[in-house]
């Protein structure tokens, strides 16, 4: 994957080496990055609301500096602004500092403290602007902090964050106290980790990058990236004239157990629909009559009811002649079956691990560290936290840590499912895909998923590619299944498989087929 054409998002640690390169090794001063970034705020604001009374919220560091700064901006629109220093005015320093002299001299309303608890026009404004934490804050809002964050969450107005929404960790995503849920975030220069991981990326609302005149001399490297379809584009291996159903990559499904067949069978076809050439779906006898789709070709074991021993050679001689193998869908949890799966993980085949693959693996997440073929593990938050020995909740608060050290322990590319999903490689870069929905939380969209990111495997593509590829794919297919056909409450996992064909022509083009697409269907559903 060429990464330099992804969208990288940076720490707070990495955001400051930027700054300083321009301040102190360009000699760029610090007050004219803070007046181009509050007007570039001021500039969003004034694009996108019409407000006749604006509150500010600014906290002590350079993120309440450049809350002066807009509320001067607006003000010189006309606009009734008030401004709040949360912790009171003493102690400001340097840039901060003069620009809260500028707007006092100007007779801006700037007041101590927090909004009177009776005072409507204060508490209930035209919108309100978040200048409390900037990117550096970690940890919990407490005293007034955490007051002014939770007078936002009361507000309906639009709440525009600067640079970050307050509360939210900037590098991590993480929450550790009260944080402002935003309607936009305006951030500087490039985007940061916290405004796409979760839980802190679904407290961003809009994200706009605005340029603050940190020039390309000072940039530095990120370790974290947002997936786009132009910086995927180089990985789809398309069809050519000379190929044929084998060239294109070959897949095996091991899964299913008696009632969960369809599991194998929903991954066999998402592999179809995202590529694959030929696609073989092994499963126990009373499994393999169930064949929904026909395309799939079914290999039935000679196991009844589920995995044992006795299938065993019959699946070595199935891996030995097919590219990649997704290991686990519907697969069922008896203690003969995760024998199974811990012996064949030992094959030297490009390998997707999922579900009861997953729960076959119990605690012991160092067991795929030795396979030489490329893996892919793609757990949920459930199961990441049983393979890592901690609580989903743990998992759910610390999501980029979580799947940076299951990627690391397990020498595999790791997907974690969910908003946002992240793709974390062994060496610690990590890939946020900013594709998928609220739909995708039905059976079988995992199932899907796990297709879409073998048929990549099988294609020859690297681990950690084919997760991101797969998993972008699989989610931009629920979001035009969402917004063309069935919207999200109502979603089902097979209704990706009418989608997927799309979301890799809107891949394969960088991204313009899809929005002309959607405008002709517009049309003719109107």
Same mark, same amino acid.
């Given at each position: 994957?060429?990464?330099? $054409?992804?969208?990288?998002?940076?720490?707070?640690?990495?955001?400051?080496?930027?700054?300083?390169?321009?301040?102190?090794?360009?000699?760029?001063?610090?007050?004219?990055?803070?007046?181009?970034?509050?007007?570039?705020?001021?500039?969003?604001?004034?694009?996108?609301?019409?407000?006749?009374?604006?509150?500010?919220?600014?906290?002590?560091?350079?993120?309440?500096?450049?809350?002066?700064?807009?509320?001067?901006?607006?003000?010189?629109?006309?606009?009734?602004?008030?401004?709040?220093?949360?912790?009171?005015?003493?102690?400001?320093?340097?840039?901060?500092?003069?620009?809260?002299?500028?707007?006092?001299?100007?007779?801006?309303?700037?007041?101590?403290?927090?909004?009177?608890?009776?005072?409507?026009?204060?508490?209930?404004?035209?919108?309100?602007?978040?200048?409390?934490?900037?990117?550096?804050?970690?940890?919990?809002?407490?005293?007034?902090?955490?007051?002014?964050?939770?007078?936002?969450?009361?507000?309906?107005?639009?709440?525009?964050?600067?640079?970050?929404?307050?509360?939210?960790?900037?590098?991590?995503?993480?929450?550790?106290?009260?944080?402002?849920?935003?309607?936009?975030?305006?951030?500087?220069?490039?985007?940061?980790?916290?405004?796409?991981?979760?839980?802190?990326?679904?407290?961003?609302?809009?994200?706009?990058?605005?340029?603050?005149?940190?020039?390309?001399?000072?940039?530095?490297?990120?370790?974290?990236?947002?997936?786009?379809?132009?910086?995927?584009?180089?990985?789809?291996?398309?069809?050519?004239?000379?190929?044929?159903?084998?060239?294109?990559?070959?897949?095996?499904?091991?899964?299913?157990?008696?009632?969960?067949?369809?599991?194998?069978?929903?991954?066999?076809?998402?592999?179809?629909?995202?590529?694959?050439?030929?696609?073989?779906?092994?499963?126990?006898?009373?499994?393999?009559?169930?064949?929904?789709?026909?395309?799939?070709?079914?290999?039935? $074991?000679?196991?009844?009811?589920?995995?044992?021993?006795?299938?065993?050679?019959?699946?070595?001689?199935?891996?030995?002649? $097919?590219?990649?193998?997704?290991?686990?869908?519907?697969?069922?949890?008896?203690?003969?079956?995760?024998?199974?799966?811990?012996?064949?993980?030992?094959?030297?085949?490009?390998?997707?691990?999922?579900?009861?693959?997953?729960?076959?693996?119990?605690?012991?997440?160092?067991?795929?560290?030795?396979?030489?073929?490329?893996?892919?593990?793609?757990?949920?938050?459930?199961? $990441?936290?049983?393979?890592?020995?901690?609580?989903?909740?743990?998992?759910?608060?610390?999501?980029?840590?979580?799947?940076?050290?299951?990627?690391?322990?397990?020498?595999?590319?790791?997907?974690?499912?969910?908003?946002?999903?992240?793709?974390?490689?062994?060496?610690?870069?990590?890939?946020?895909?900013?594709?998928?929905?609220?739909?995708?939380?039905?059976?079988?969209?995992?199932?899907?998923?796990?297709?879409?990111?073998?048929?990549?495997?099988?294609?020859?593509?690297?681990?950690?590619?084919?997760?991101?590829?797969?998993?972008?794919?699989?989610?931009?297919?629920?979001?035009?299944?969402?917004?063309?056909?069935?919207?999200?409450?109502?979603?089902?996992?097979?209704?990706?498989?009418?989608?997927?064909?799309?979301?890799?022509?809107?891949?394969?083009?960088?991204?313009?087929?899809?929005?002309?697409?959607?405008?002709?269907?517009?049309?003719?559903?109107?």
């Amino acid at each position: 994957m060429i990464d330099a $054409l992804l969208g990288g998002l940076y720490s707070a640690e990495k955001m400051r080496a930027m700054d300083a390169g321009a301040i102190e090794g360009i000699g760029i001063p610090g007050g004219h990055l803070m007046e181009r970034a509050g007007a570039g705020v001021a500039t969003e604001i004034l694009e996108r609301y019409d407000p006749a009374r604006v509150v500010v919220y600014c906290g002590k560091g350079n993120n309440g500096g450049d809350g002066f700064v807009i509320a001067r901006e607006l003000a010189s629109e006309g606009i009734d602004v008030t401004v709040f220093a949360v912790a009171g005015r003493d102690g400001y320093k340097a840039e901060a500092l003069l620009n809260l002299r500028i707007i006092e001299a100007l007779g801006i309303d700037v007041r101590d403290g927090l909004p009177a608890a009776d005072d409507e026009a204060d508490l209930f404004p035209d919108l309100v602007v978040d200048a409390v934490f900037g990117t550096g804050f970690s940890g919990a809002a407490r005293g007034p902090a955490a007051e002014a964050i939770a007078l936002m969450g009361r507000t309906p107005a639009p709440v525009v964050a600067v640079d970050v929404a307050s509360g939210v960790d900037a590098s991590t995503g993480e929450v550790g106290g009260p944080a402002v849920d935003a309607d936009l975030t305006v951030t500087f220069h490039a985007a940061k980790i916290g405004h796409f991981v979760t839980p802190g990326g679904a407290l961003a609302g809009e994200v706009v990058v605005v340029p603050i005149g940190i020039p390309p001399a000072c940039e530095v490297e990120p370790d974290v990236w947002l997936l786009d379809a132009e910086g995927l584009a180089p990985l789809l291996r398309l069809k050519g004239s000379l190929d044929h159903k084998r060239s294109v990559g070959t897949v095996l499904v091991v899964g299913g157990s008696r009632g969960m067949g369809g599991a194998a069978f929903m991954t066999a076809m998402g592999a179809l629909r995202s590529g694959a050439g030929l696609v073989h779906c092994a499963v126990p006898a009373a499994a393999a009559s169930d064949r929904p789709f026909v395309e799939v070709i079914t290999v039935p $074991l000679p196991d009844e009811q589920h995995l044992s021993a006795v299938s065993l050679e019959a699946l070595r001689e199935e891996m030995a002649g $097919l590219r990649a193998t997704a290991l686990g869908p519907g697969l069922g949890r008896a203690p003969e079956t995760v024998d199974v799966v811990r012996t064949l993980i030992g094959e030297p085949v490009p390998m997707l691990i999922d579900a009861d693959g997953l729960w076959a693996l119990g605690d012991d997440l160092e067991a795929p560290a030795g396979r030489e073929a490329p893996t892919v593990l793609t757990p949920h938050e459930g199961e $990441l936290a049983r393979l890592l020995g901690t609580s989903a909740d743990e998992v759910s608060a610390h999501r980029l840590s979580s799947v940076r050290e299951a990627a690391r322990r397990s020498g595999a590319a790791v997907l974690l499912k969910g908003e946002a999903s992240i793709v974390a490689d062994p060496s610690g870069a990590a890939y946020v895909i900013p594709t998928g929905n609220p739909g995708l939380a039905t059976p079988g969209t995992g199932d899907v998923l796990s297709g879409a990111i073998v048929a990549q495997l099988a294609k020859g593509l690297p681990a950690t590619d084919a997760a991101c590829l797969g998993g972008y794919l699989h989610g931009l297919a629920a979001d035009l299944a969402a917004d063309l056909a069935v919207g999200t409450e109502c979603l089902i996992a097979g209704d990706l498989f009418e989608f997927l064909p799309a979301a890799v022509e809107h891949v394969k083009t960088g991204g313009e087929l899809a929005d002309e697409e959607e405008e002709e269907h517009g049309a003719a559903s109107r």
